[in-house]
């Protein structure tokens, strides 16, 4: 069906007549596992899923131009779009570039990708200094690092060098080192070798901590280890 926009009629005559093409809206189905979402059905077709919240405004038997089709399949998709962002979230926090990225594996165009990101600042569930310290804090816990590398992997998360440089500020190369030297020293066994030691030290050389950091360290826990020795002989 066609409709007639900005006709003028003169003498049984049209001018200027501009053909619209007409949508009838002929179902609006609630979705079975997503109760938030309807699908829109135009002209006895499916053609798209919308929110509910855009359906309310909808009804049955209402016609649409295709200028009106279109906008209402931009905003659904922008709000799959979100969607998926929220989804992407849930499993941990996310540095800015991650989302983008993730948005951008799945086709969203770089003016919605711009629209949701802003959404999601305002609502603070992306925050590149809180994704910061919360990757630091996380691998203090489980997997302590040096500065250098700690850094090395925020760049590659996409996070800005001032942003990085404020949050690594607060770690200690030292209690970091010893703590990652103390877990990984029981696979050694008796720290007076000599092998023994520089295999430690070049553990925590690749975990990004300095070389006088290592160095230190593996003395700290040498000499730990030649103590409790004595001791246990003692005490025999």
């Known amino acids: 069906m066609a409709l007639c926009r900005g006709c003028l009629r003169f003498r049984g005559r049209r001018w200027g007549c501009e053909t619209v093409k007409a949508h009838e809206i002929t179902a609006l189905?609630?979705?079975?596992?997503?109760?938030?979402?309807?699908?829109?059905?135009?002209?006895?077709?499916y053609a798209f899923s919308i929110t509910a919240l855009e359906a309310a405004r909808l009804k049955v038997g209402q016609r649409l131009s295709d200028a009106e089709v279109a906008h209402l399949k931009a905003r659904a998709e922008a709000d799959q779009a979100y969607e998926r962002a929220l989804r992407f979230l849930t499993y941990?926090?996310?540095?800015?570039?991650?989302?983008?990225?993730?948005?951008?594996?799945k086709g969203v165009d770089e003016r919605v990708q711009a629209e949701i990101l802003d959404k999601l600042r305002r609502l603070g569930l992306v925050d590149d200094e809180a994704f910061a310290r919360f990757w630091v804090e996380s691998r203090?816990?489980?997997?302590?690092?040096?500065?250098?590398?700690?850094?090395?992997e925020l760049r590659l998360k996409g996070v800005r060098d001032e942003v990085i440089q404020n949050v690594v500020r607060a770690v200690h190369d030292e209690d970091s080192a010893y703590r990652a030297a103390r877990k990984h020293a029981r696979r050694y066994g008796d720290l007076t070798d000599r092998q023994a030691q520089e295999k430690l030290g070049a553990f925590l050389v690749r975990r990004g901590f300095p070389y006088s950091v290592a160095r230190a360290t593996v003395k700290r826990l040498v000499e730990e280890s030649a103590a409790e020795g004595k001791l246990n002989e003692e005490s025999e």
């Open 29 to 45: 189905e609630m979705q079975k596992h997503h109760k938030d979402r309807v699908n829109l059905y135009l002209d006895g077709a």
């Open 92 to 105: 941990r926090p996310r540095s800015e570039a991650e989302v983008v990225k993730y948005l951008t594996s």
């Open 140 to 152: 203090e816990q489980s997997h302590p690092l040096g500065r250098m590398a700690l850094s090395a």
